[in-house]
């Protein structure tokens, strides 16, 4: 809590959801503490990213892929989307990084490390493709997309989600 006065808001839930992802802490207690400590310095900055992690439902990034998409998908102008959606088709059961529901719209984050070798592609497309058979749209953004060009990334989300609903 002593750092957080020295930290940007984007350090400090980078730090936050690496300790909820490594279970170090859970949200109850971050929300417990922050209550508890007013008088420290660095806590107003620290209330702000606990503020966003519900105890019931918030699910933390396992990376820094999944934080960079998560915080896209935030955004106030885009629907209400879950984290680390089971999907289940015909040929392939499989959990995607977040799902729209409003727009039934998959959004993966595509780094290296998922994708080094051609069974790891080849098993996104077979996923991508029962997606598509089964009527959602699939996005996927890299992981140097959401990293330099968040609005890039936003501006695709929102232009999909015009045509997902106009349909």
Request: glycine share 2%; with cysteine; net charge neutral.
């Amino acid at each position: 809590m002593s750092l957080a006065r020295d930290l940007d808001e984007a350090t400090i839930e980078s730090l936050v959801d690496a300790l909820l992802a490594r279970k170090s802490v859970s949200v109850a207690e971050l929300v417990d503490v922050v209550r508890r400590s007013d008088d420290v310095p660095g806590v107003p900055k620290l209330r702000r990213v606990v503020q966003h992690r519900t105890p019931d439902a918030y699910q933390p990034p396992t990376s820094e892929l999944e934080r960079l998409l998560y915080r896209l998908l935030d955004d106030p102008r885009l629907p209400a989307h879950t984290r680390q959606m089971p999907m289940s088709y015909q040929k392939v059961d499989a959990t995607v990084d977040a799902y729209v529901d409003l727009w039934r719209l998959i959004v993966e984050g595509d780094g290296r490390r998922w994708h080094t070798r051609r069974a790891d592609m080849a098993r996104d497309r077979l996923r991508d493709n029962e997606a598509t058979a089964h009527g959602y749209a699939v996005l996927r953004f890299t992981y140097e997309q959401l990293r330099d060009e968040p609005a890039m990334c936003l501006d695709t989300l929102l232009r999909t989600g015009r045509v997902r609903q106009a349909s």
